[in-house]
């Protein structure tokens, strides 16, 4: 399991950005960007490690965005049904922590999740993303939710705390998703963010659970960190070292890499201050993600504003959303605009708004497109 490699992995990493290369280097890396080959840890390590340099930037940007052109030139739609937003951990940076008593929770039953089901379809939402904070799950009712959603010929995905081999199987099929973000590598980090003697607090079991989720039969993972909680280059060549251990082990491609940024909301007292990601670095962490793994998706969430959005779908994401409730029912009322009453800010910024977006980057809306 990669846990039992991390703190190899983590040094080998602190090694490479402390190292230095030749100019001949430099060309072999250009040549990759030229062709269409994925780039690896090594060169990942050197781009960002040299991304105070301008040219080097400007070439990164525009290798991803040819690979992502590449790929495909369409963008399809994911949206999350928050089923349940309780939860019983305080991690520092989140805003559905259990200190926070502001934001608004609640919990679907399996008919309320059906209606709102039911209005994403009429939306035309293909792919659907199960979330929910740190509860006891029932996984009768999540394998319940995953049919309905499959029965209705779209493709499922799940974002939850991390689970058992054996809870995967209870309610995952190999054509679902698993959307598992690690938060950040930094240990020392970690551990200061999120509460000890809980699962989430436990380093090793939340980095092992894309495996059991595969050796539960799962083929389609996503990865990923929250940029804001740790120095983001760091952070972000252990997604790619992990990713890439992944597809070698089990023989995978990566399905998708988050690219979350974290957002303060309502009620969330934290003392953690976290590490500011700029626009920029964050698009350039998205441009080696895509250059690393071309074919892999990736969501311009909501987190982000139009602009940012428009940028990170021109350069790598091949995902975005029109609207977003981050509540239990939250689809029966649709607004639009932006909010501080859930997990994280977010912007719920309308169809005709993203439509837009897509449209001035070049890029085609794909309704039918699904993971
Ligand atoms: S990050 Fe997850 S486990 Fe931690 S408080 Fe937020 S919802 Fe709960």
Avoid at 49 to 63: R, W
Avoid at 286 to 314: C, K, Q, W
Wanted: net charge neutral.
């Amino acid at each position: 399991m990669y846990s039992e490699i991390v703190d190899e992995r983590y040094k080998l990493i602190t090694n490479l950005l402390m190292s230095g290369h030749t100019a001949n280097f430099l060309d072999n890396i250009l040549a990759k960007l030229d062709g269409k080959l994925p780039i690896d840890l090594i060169d990942a390590a050197y781009l960002l490690n040299n991304a105070d340099n301008i040219y080097i930037q400007k070439i990164v940007l525009s290798a991803s965005m040819k690979y992502r052109r590449y790929y495909c030139n369409d963008v399809g739609f994911i949206v999350p049904i928050y089923f349940d937003t309780r939860c019983q951990n305080n991690c520092k940076y989140c805003g559905m922590a259990s200190s926070n008593t502001v934001i608004s929770r609640g919990k679907n039953n399996y008919k309320t999740f059906l209606e709102e089901l039911d209005i994403l379809g009429e939306l035309g939402y293909n792919t659907i993303e199960l979330v929910a904070g740190s509860v006891s799950y029932d996984l009768n009712l999540l394998r319940k939710m995953m049919s309905a959603i499959r029965a209705k010929g779209k493709s499922a995905a799940f974002c939850l705390d991390s689970l058992s081999t054996d809870e995967y199987k209870q309610f995952a099929t190999e054509k679902d998703t698993m959307i598992h973000f690690q938060e950040t590598y930094n240990q020392d980090i970690y551990k200061k963010i999120h509460p000890l003697n809980t699962k989430k607090g436990n380093y090793n079991y939340r980095i092992d659970a894309v495996e059991r989720a595969i050796l539960a039969g799962l083929k389609k993972v996503g990865l990923g960190i929250l940029f804001g909680l740790n120095k983001f280059i760091e952070d972000v060549l252990m997604v790619i070292d992990h990713g890439k251990y992944l597809e070698l082990k089990y023989n995978l491609k990566i399905k998708l890499i988050g690219i979350p940024r974290l957002q303060i909301t309502a009620g969330c007292m934290s003392d953690f201050k976290g590490f500011e990601v700029s626009n920029q670095e964050l698009l350039l962490a998205a441009a080696l993600y895509r250059l690393a793994f071309p074919y892999a998706e990736m969501v311009a969430t909501t987190r982000e504003d139009n602009n940012m959005i428009g940028d990170l779908l021109s350069h790598a994401a091949t995902y975005t959303n029109f609207c977003c409730s981050l509540t239990p029912g939250g689809y029966k009322e649709l607004k639009f605009g932006t909010f501080i009453d859930s997990q994280f800010q977010y912007h719920s910024p309308g169809y005709e708004n993203i439509i837009n977006i897509i449209e001035s980057n070049k890029l085609v809306p794909n309704f039918k497109k699904s993971f």
